[in-house]
């Protein structure tokens, strides 16, 4: 036995000792810290909500106040909203037209995805017309399923569910900002430097 192995126990050999480093770091912290709660999906209507229920010295505080929360939300989720919209003319730039890789184009999921339903469009006709050989069909009508199941079509799927990720996005940009700072532990929330109530 060399000098830096250890003898397994029976008990971590059947694996009923877990002693992976995650799981010590994650008794310590939470030992430490204790369990992490996240940001609340509402917090934006909660922080517009706090700010109104607040009292203050005077009408002009007031008013000052809740303009600033506002103003402070407006701009969070403008900003996020102009993201989006970059990422969805990204998408659509590069996903829409043929890539060029040196001197020849290489066809993106969706170019890909179009030339699969013309070919099978063209193996319709031809079966209907009856001029081609049945196998012959069936081995093109084969390739392209293959191709479609093998590579192109995670591909295609991967480019749909970004789109609609985006679409969801753009349809309500306080809702996607409400959502992805609900992915943020409440510790390090800091309420948009606004909050002097």
Known sequence: ????????????????VDQTPTNDLRRKYEQNVGPVSYIPETILDDLRLEARAATYRNSQEEQAV??????????????????HLEQA?????????PKLTGTRQTPNALAKADAH??????????????KTPT???AARYESVRSAMQARDGHALVAL???????????????????KTLSYMPAN?????????W
């Open 1 to 16: 036995m060399s000098k830096n192995a250890r003898r397994v126990t029976e008990a971590e050999a059947i694996g009923e």
């Open 160 to 178: 749909s569910s970004r789109a609609t990720s985006l679409r969801d996005r753009l349809a309500d940009p306080k809702a996607a900002v409400s």
């Open 188 to 196: 390090m929330w800091r309420p948009l430097g606004i909050r002097q």
């Open 117 to 130: 339903l013309d070919e099978l469009a063209a193996i319709r006709k031809e079966l209907r017309e009856g």
């Open 135 to 137: 196998a012959e069909l």
């Open 66 to 83: 809740l303009a600033a929360v506002d103003k402070a939300i407006a701009e969070r989720v403008q900003r996020a909203a102009a993201s």
């Open 89 to 97: 003319a990204h998408l659509l730039e590069n996903e829409g037209a």
